[in-house]
């Protein structure tokens, strides 16, 4: 298949969605590693702990996010969904009929592919 602009755009998003997903798992890893006492709990595993105990999403992956004023639990239902498209755009090799733009990590990217 032909490597289109959209095709780019979508391998972008799925970089955007992998770097996100990484930090995240890192992160949760970090912090039971902590909580286990293999690791020195550090500022950052107690800000997470707290985040996750307000529902509230953790300032290292909502910079790797799109924006959103959205709780964890919310949010975070919102990451498998991108994940979805982002999975079925990638798989297809090919425009989707229909795309969720507010979906997409970088709309303008879409926009003008």
Known sequence: ADVTPFIIVSFQEGD??????SQ???SM?????GISGALNVTENMETLAGNLL???V?????????PSLKGLA????DILLRYDQINE??????????????GIFKPQSFLTS
């Open 74 to 77: 919310a949010w975070f239902a």
């Open 16 to 21: 955007r969605e992998n770097a996100l997903l």
């Open 89 to 102: 755009w990638a798989n297809a090799a090919k425009l989707l009929k229909s795309i969720w733009i507010s």
């Open 24 to 26: 995240m798992r890192n």
């Open 29 to 33: 890893l970090e912090l039971e590693l």
């Open 54 to 56: 307000a529902n509230k």
């Open 58 to 66: 953790n300032p290292s992956w909502e910079v790797l996010a799109c």
